[in-house]
């Protein structure tokens, strides 16, 4: 999504978010993400409002103070920007990849079920299955912080019984446009 | 990152911290997968000795290396490699491209004794435009604006002859002209077709 993705060309204007808009927009990011009232306070302080950054194709970007906190395409769920993963590992599921994936995810790929369902990859157990079309964060084996967030294309059970064809269909990866874009 | 994260947390969990590279801004274990690795290295090992060893001595070099084979691995090197003199030949060449580009300051007759001052070029030299007409707009007390000539490009129109001012002005460096090149100015004249002397 994010891909290619420049500020001069792509962002089509910002604005202020009316404040019931923002009391919506915190109770969708508390039951769409594993985070609590406190911690959610302490990314999005309640005193503060966010801007809304209007880009091409539907795209949305939510800043505080310059900062991309999170986005949203059309309506689907509220992503973290990958700079606000790496400080809060824990408000979306997580699946890992296996060492050798790495490059070809942070050349923008896809990520195909071989490279979660191998020995380095991780995907939760069968009782906490992911269903398909999951926000999910991206780690890599032998690293700590996530490398990349996604949508999940199929169940994980399915991943590991088909194991093949996309996965996680990757939405912003590291050393992409918007991780360049520090302020906005 | 083994399993799931424990549930109920009452309190706000405080944000990690993580420390990106100073070069290729990834996190500092993701610099091999980046386009200047070998400088990332160079300058951690400047910067902070213990986060070298922790991610580039042997040790840790072995423990890197996982699941994947060794041929997979050297593969890896490879394209790494490749990749970062790729992006060293990029950047060579982007430079080459900026030191090569004019600047083109031009004094167009609008009506006899009246001109307007056309720059443009500036945006090669990592000028905000927008900015730097508001600069000359206070300046000389004139209208400044940022308009597309007919090629589709970001110029600066300043209303009034003040082609040798923004000259002085862009050899000084002031303000926000800092880093332009004053051998790239080009001054050119335009004069009206119809009617002209």
């Known amino acids: 999504m994010f891909k290619k993705f420049s500020a001069a060309t792509d962002v089509s204007g910002q604005t202020n978010v009316k404040s019931s808009v923002q009391r919506s927009i915190r109770s969708a990011l508390l039951s769409q993400w594993k985070v609590d009232q406190d911690t959610l306070e302490s990314i999005w302080p309640k005193k503060e409002s966010v801007i809304l950054v209007k880009c091409r194709e539907h795209i949305s970007i939510y800043t505080l103070h310059g900062e991309p906190l999170f986005f949203q395409h059309f309506d689907e769920p509220f992503f973290p920007t990958l700079r606000l993963v790496h400080k809060y590992p824990f408000l979306l599921p997580k699946v890992r990849i296996d060492r050798g994936a790495i490059r070809f995810l942070l050349a923008g790929a896809h990520m195909m079920c071989p490279g979660l369902t191998s020995a380095g990859g991780y995907l939760p157990p069968p009782e906490n299955e992911i269903k398909a079309g999951t926000p999910v964060v991206l780690f890599a084996e032998g690293k700590e912080h996530a490398v990349a967030l996604g949508v999940t294309k199929m169940s994980t059970e399915d991943m590991r019984r088909i194991n093949k064809n996309t996965a996680v269909e990757t939405v912003t990866y590291l050393g992409d446009d918007l991780w360049a874009l520090q302020k906005l | ?197």
């Open chain 2, 1 to 197: 990152m083994a399993t799931t994260i424990e549930e109920p947390i009452s309190q706000a969990i405080p944000p990690i911290s993580v420390r990106y590279c100073a070069v290729c801004s990834f996190p500092l274990e993701y610099c091999e997968f980046g386009s200047s690795f070998t400088k990332c290295k160079e300058t951690l090992h400047e910067e902070d000795e213990d986060l070298y060893n922790k991610y580039y001595s042997e040790e840790a070099l072995q423990k890197k290396l996982g699941s994947i084979s060794l041929e997979a691995q050297s593969k890896l090197e490879k394209d790494t490699a490749a990749k970062e003199a790729k992006a060293e030949k990029k950047a060579d060449a982007a430079l080459k491209k900026k030191m090569a580009s004019q600047v083109t300051i031009k004094r167009i007759e609008r009506n006899k004794r009246k001109f307007v001052t056309s720059i443009h070029g500036l945006e090669a030299f990592g000028v905000d435009l927008k900015k730097v007409a508001k600069q000359f707009a206070t300046k000389f007390a004139t209208g400044a604006s940022v308009t597309k000539n007919p090629q589709g490009l970001d110029e600066i129109v300043v209303q009034g002859d003040v082609s040798a001012d923004i000259v002085e002005m862009i050899e000084d460096g002031v303000g926000l002209l800092k880093g332009v090149p004053k051998e790239n100015i080009v001054e050119v004249e335009e004069k009206k077709k119809k009617g002209g002397d």
